[in-house]
């Protein structure tokens, strides 16, 4: 489900059976990085909402946590903590954060849910139909961490 009016209204009547929050963090560079920010954020983006159409009914996609790019590691890390906290108490029990930002694995032991880092693929040069493929494919990759996941309980 995503963060929408209509899915929303879905989550709130069938919340006893959504049980997983996908995070995207999307960090903002307007300097020299911005090209390769704008990448990131779209690839993560494409791979999140491809993977809430496979499960639909059992997650919720949350907008993304998004940052300034220069902000302090630490400071992101209590801040995406306080968002953890608020979605255990309302019942998810499993946070996947997904990002192709590489400082994330500096401080990925500070959370409860599951980092997923991704280099990010330069989407611009592909043809649509090459990126349907390839975002198909990392999907179906991403569905078996998610599943194993699930059973780990």
């Not at 049980?19 to 983006?45: R, V």
């Not at 390839?134 to 961490?145: A, C, P, R, S, T």
Request: hydrophobic share 45%; net charge negative; charged share 25%.
């Amino acid at each position: 489900m995503k963060w929408s009016t209509e899915d929303i209204k879905s989550y709130s009547e069938a919340k006893e059976y959504v049980d997983t929050a996908i995070i995207p963090l999307i960090g903002l560079d307007l300097g020299d990085g911005i090209s390769q920010s704008a990448s990131m954020a779209e690839y993560i983006g494409l791979l999140a909402a491809q993977l809430e159409r496979q499960f639909t009914g059992r997650l919720l996609l949350l907008p993304p946590f998004t940052y300034l790019k220069d902000e302090d590691p630490g400071v992101l890390a209590e801040r995406l903590g306080r968002w953890e906290e608020r979605l255990a108490e309302a019942g998810l029990r499993h946070v996947f954060l997904l990002t192709s930002d590489q400082s994330w694995r500096e401080v990925e032991g500070k959370f409860k849910g599951s980092l997923i880092w991704l280099p990010a693929l330069p989407l611009a040069t592909m043809e649509d139909n090459q990126k349907v493929l390839l975002i198909n494919d990392q999907v179906k990759q991403l569905m078996q961490l998610f599943t194993a996941r699930w059973r780990a309980e």
